[in-house]
């Protein structure tokens, strides 16, 4: 029974932790919750990045402080041990004299991994660790990949027709040609809005001059990643304006003679980014699947048809998720 309990508490901080999607980078989103005689007294997670971790804002939320003694605090992730532009949470907890902690996961981060729960326990707090434990590793998915793979994680997203083109081969006018209805732009934009940048090649650039913000949606703008090898993409298209950062790769800091997925994953990782969602073109989604360089592909099929075009780029992968968004239909893959 008391572990059925702890995994109700848990998924409660799962659920509250996705308040922070798209705001904490690169610090994870985490989610905290404090029980009181079987009832919650504090609730908290991850303010924007430089603000207040979960456990601090739960702590905070508590009315009647006396009663912290007498609580368990459950965290999706092993409080941290360590100072950044916070002090460490497990000081904290250890201040406020919180007599259980129940941890989702263990954090894997070097700076982490153990010290925090170490600091509780030799302090005399009684600690229960791996309560849905792959659970909370799925949602701190962006930042356990920054930093045991050293590279953001990365998900692929593309519209093909229904016979299988992500765009025709010729077009009149510098601006996209719309595969999707207007429900799956705006949930395209709520993703970028999730997500810490968006990276397109040199060709999706010239084609459509796309912004790549979240017009469609209420949020930050993801920074921009442009792949330029020459630097010759001119400075007033919208991807250089004033709407968001714009981080350019070229051969200034990539050897394009070499396979790019992976050098490109270097830059982005030195630039302290953990997620990008790669939104084209054709060459350059396929280059992040050939070098197998990617976690999860968000796929829309529209309903028109070109009858000729450039091909949908092919991958391998655990199609996990399947729907329709009016008459698109969306399918999401994770790569196994």
């Known amino acids: 029974m008391a572990v059925k309990i702890h995994e109700n508490y848990i998924k409660r901080c799962i659920e509250i932790a996705k308040n922070g999607l798209g705001t904490t980078a690169p610090n994870p989103m985490v989610g905290c919750v404090i029980v009181y005689n079987s009832k919650i007294i504090g609730e ?3 303010s924007a990045y430089g603000g207040n971790h979960a456990e601090v804002n739960a702590i905070n939320s508590v009315k009647d402080k006396s009663l912290l003694k007498k609580s368990t605090l459950y965290v999706t992730l092993e409080p941290c041990s360590h100072f950044g532009k916070t002090p460490p949470c497990s000081d904290l907890i250890i201040k406020h004299q919180i ?17 925090g729960i170490e600091n509780l326990t030799n302090t005399g707090c009684n600690v229960t660790v791996g309560v849905l ?5 799925v949602h701190h998915k962006r930042f ?4 045991n793979k050293q590279r953001p994680y990365i998900i692929l997203k593309w519209a093909e027709t229904k016979d299988g083109f992500i765009a025709p081969k010729q077009k009149n006018e510098q601006q996209p040609v719309w595969i999707t209805n207007e429900l799956s732009r705006q949930l395209v934009h709520k993703w970028r809005a999730e997500e810490q940048a968006i990276l397109v090649g040199t060709q999706t650039v010239i084609a459509d001059n796309p912004s790549l913000t979240v017009r469609d949606w209420t949020g930050k703008n993801p920074i921009r990643i442009v792949i330029d090898r020459d630097l010759k993409l001119p400075k007033d298209y919208n991807v250089y304006n004033s709407e968001a950062e714009t981080i350019v790769i070229s051969k200034d800091n990539i050897d394009f003679n070499k396979p790019i997925a992976q050098q490109i994953c270097n830059v982005l990782f030195q630039n302290n980014i953990n997620s990008v969602i790669i939104e084209g073109g054709a060459k350059t989604l396929q280059t ?6 990617w976690d999860e592909a968000r796929v829309f099929i529209g309903s028109p048809e070109f009858k000729e075009g450039i091909n949908a780029p092919k991958l391998n992968g655990k199609l996990i998720q399947e729907q329709l968004i009016a008459e698109d239909q969306l399918k999401i893959y994770m790569n196994d």
């Open 99 to 115: 007599a259980n902690v129940v941890i989702g996961t263990i954090d894997t981060h070097s700076k982490v991994a153990g010290k």
């Open 288 to 293: 992040f699947i050939d070098e197998n360089i």
């Open 133 to 137: 434990d792959d659970e909370c590793k």
């Open 44 to 46: 908290g997670y991850t």
């Open 144 to 147: 356990f990949t920054f930093h």
